[in-house]
């Protein structure tokens, strides 16, 4: 199978922004490299071998977003939640990494707002309506 980074661009990562509320062309194209492997920030694996799905994104990083940020914010974990399974996350929660292109992006998207590249929420948007998001920026990873 193949998947141009236009078609990932449209049918993946702004439809799941979209659905966040956080959707723009910027966030869209910082997603789009760090899937293409050109993230430099050291945030995502440089191999499959080290990370899981299309972000390379690591069980440590995937357990330390849910157990030290949105356990937190239920508004937030609930709409990450809503693109997962809903029998594989309870069971598996990592392989969601692998074979949900919706849910890995919304966790990298996580991933990526945690740095401070990208603003908590685009202005006039929440990723969840009438509420505030929480800041992620200057909250460790806590891997390594």
């Not at 050291?42 to 499959?48: E, V």
């Not at 709409?79 to 594989?88: F, K, P, Y």
Request: aromatic share 8%; hydrophobic share 35%; charged share 20%.
């Amino acid at each position: 199978m193949f998947i141009t980074a236009t078609d990932l661009q449209e049918q993946v990562i702004k439809p799941t922004l979209d659905y966040l509320g956080v959707w723009t062309p910027e966030i869209g194209q910082m997603l789009l490299k760090a899937a293409g492997g050109e993230n430099d920030l050291g945030l995502f694996a440089r191999s499959q071998q080290s990370g899981l799905g299309l972000f390379r994104i690591s069980s440590e990083q995937h357990r330390d977003i849910w157990d030290r940020y949105l356990a937190f914010q239920p508004d937030v974990a609930s709409r990450i939640r809503g693109l997962a399974s809903q029998r594989t996350f309870l069971s598996n929660p990592d392989s969601e990494l692998q074979t949900n292109l919706s849910y890995s992006t919304a966790i990298a998207w996580l991933l990526l707002r945690r740095t401070g590249l990208i603003p908590d929420t685009p202005p006039g948007r929440s990723v969840t309506a009438g509420t505030e998001t929480p800041s992620l920026r200057h909250q460790p990873l806590g891997i390594g």
